[in-house]
């Protein structure tokens, strides 16, 4: 069987001031988008409820990192 893994976010503050990539911010939305495809596509659950809690979890994430780039623009 396939092993998955994931990170944890890293903050960043210089000087008082935190910094945010949004060109990086797109590239990881782009691949959470990727992923929940994948996730949706080919993964195995115990039943379809199990598959929505994992889908949501993709779901407020890229919210969340849509709401963010879309902050400094």
Do not use: C, K
């Not at 396939?2 to 976010?9: E, G, N, V």
């Amino acid at each position: 069987q396939d092993l998955f893994a994931h990170t944890s976010p890293v903050y960043v503050e210089v000087a008082g001031r935190r910094y945010f990539d949004a060109a990086v911010a797109r590239e990881l939305l782009t691949d959470m988008e990727a992923s929940r495809q994948t996730i949706t596509a080919n993964g195995t659950f115990a039943d379809e409820q199990e598959q929505a809690r994992v889908l949501d979890v993709y779901g407020d994430a890229i919210e969340v990192l849509r709401e963010r780039i879309g902050m400094l623009e």
